[in-house]
């Protein structure tokens, strides 16, 4: 008995006993602090005392690089900042000097960006995207790669998003389908593309640089580059569109009990054991054949019929030449699949100019394919804004909005436009201008007789002139 009280006494100062303190390591790295964060409250306000910069932020006008006629212009013309070491935000008497920090390289692409013309006033969203800014989706095993532009990066692309991508010889953009329509420029190489409509019904083709291609929403299709490999352009019809967001068929393998595709496909479970870990995205495959009729697999429903047919050979069609470029068009008068998408491939010549002009029914989605350009966009009642544009650079016009694309480089400016409508339209401000009384024109404007006769009736898309010099009155 007295042997069984000691165990419980044991036992409850063991329970009530402080528990052990853990012995703490010490310590391998530390940190050494001067200073502090925080400065002291005697330093708000004026205080005669304290010291005071003497540095010289003025840099001497001797000193200064100009752009030809940059010191003189009074007309906005194009500032030409390539051979510029470090452009300065001066046009005219207006401006001055920026001692940094700055990014010369930004300057130099975009001069009117530093140095706007005079013509610039007010508010403007930004309008342009560079697809070089873009964050880069890499493809596996070097097969590929893709960047996009969206509201994310461009907010005031509301109707419309853009995807550049890249296939290597035989790779593949994997097979997929989107809720957007995909409206598709082959910038450079050759593609075979398929795709199986609602009606059961196949389409297979071979398209190379220049051609066009639109799936429909929920249309399953594939890509494959082709022996040269290929980089292309897809536009959406809806800003929000992300191309992290699309469905993919080994995703939908994935997602999919694997009970269900045994039953769907009627085949044991292990044969499908080597289904793919991820999502395959961009991946290289087995170099297809030549001849396109080797895969051109078809059912009982048939292929599409051609007036159907999701490709369009628009390499093929020879565009209107005009004095300052040329201009072709594909809507659907031509390639009625495309039901929402009607697109103009502009080509402007060194000193020529897209004419002044804007469309009624749809905004403007803009794709700079090769040279060096500027666009200003006016936006009602009284403000605008110029931007310059390069090669892979996207731009955007809002519906209405009057706008002109001025080439600014030394070789052809060639890009397109994109809009959200059956037929491609847009108003020619010289024409309408033809085209109005001259006493409205002499009441409203104030220009002379001699001026109003040299107006036009006819809408010229694209007008060549030479480049005027930045002094001239």
């Not at 220049?210 to 399953?220: I, K, N």
């Not at 024109?441 to 694209?462: E, M």
Request: glycine share 8%.
């Amino acid at each position: 008995m007295y042997s069984l009280s000691l165990l419980i006494l044991a036992l409850a100062a063991g329970a009530t006993a402080a528990p052990a303190i853990a012995i703490q390591p010490t310590p391998t790295r530390t940190f050494t602090y001067s200073g502090s964060l925080l400065g002291p409250t005697g330093l708000q306000g004026y205080d005669p005392d304290l010291p005071f910069s003497k540095e010289n932020t003025v840099i001497p006008e001797n000193e200064i690089v100009f752009a030809p006629g940059q010191k003189d212009d009074k007309i906005g013309a194009p500032l030409d900042f390539s051979n510029i070491p470090t452009p300065q935000p001066i046009r005219g008497t207006k401006g001055n000097s920026d001692p940094g920090p700055k990014q010369p390289e930004i300057d130099r692409t975009h001069p009117d960006i530093l140095a706007p013309p005079q013509s610039d006033h007010g508010d403007v969203p930004q309008l342009n995207w560079p697809m070089d800014l873009s964050h880069v989706k890499l493809g596996l095993n070097n097969a590929g790669w893709s960047r996009q532009q969206n509201l994310k990066v461009l907010p005031a692309a509301t109707q419309f998003a853009g995807v550049d991508m890249r296939l290597g010889p035989g790779a593949y953009r994997e097979m997929h389908w989107h809720t957007s329509g995909e409206w598709a420029y082959i910038i450079k190489g050759s593609a075979r593309i398929g795709a199986v409509n609602e009606e059961q019904q196949t389409f297979y083709d071979d398209v190379t640089e220049g051609d066009v291609w639109f799936f429909p929403p929920g249309v399953p299709h594939y890509i494959q580059g082709l022996e040269n490999g290929t980089e292309f352009l897809l536009v959406f019809d809806d800003g929000n569109f992300s191309e992290d967001e699309t469905f993919l068929v080994s995703e939908m393998f994935a997602r999919t009990p694997t009970e269900v595709w045994s039953k769907e496909i009627d085949l044991p479970p292990q044969a499908f054991n080597d289904l793919p870990p991820a999502e395959l995205f961009i991946f290289n495959g087995t170099e297809p054949p030549k001849n396109l009729s080797e895969q051109n697999i078809t059912g009982a429903a048939g292929s599409i019929p051609k007036e159907f047919s999701y490709s369009y050979h628009w390499s093929q069609q020879e565009p209107l030449k005009v004095d300052g470029g040329s201009v072709k068009i594909l809507d659907t008068n031509t390639f009625p699949i495309a039901s929402d998408f009607s697109t103009a491939l502009v080509t402007v010549k060194p000193g020529a100019i897209r004419e002044v002009h804007w469309h009624p029914s749809s905004d403007e989605w803009s794709y700079f394919i090769q040279g060096k350009g500027r666009m200003s966009v006016y936006v009602a009642p009284a403000s605008a804004r110029t931007f310059d544009f390069n090669p892979g650079d996207v731009g955007y016009v809002p519906k209405s909005c009057s706008h002109y694309v001025e080439n600014t480089g030394t070789e052809d400016l060639i890009f397109l436009e994109v809009l959200k409508q059956k037929k491609f339209t847009d108003i020619s401000a010289g024409q309408w201008l033809g085209l109005t009384p001259p006493q409205v024109l002499k009441d409203t404007l104030h220009l002379s007789d001699k001026s109003i006769a040299h107006l036009s009736k006819q809408k010229p898309l694209v007008v060549q002139g030479g480049v005027l010099s930045s002094s001239a009155a």
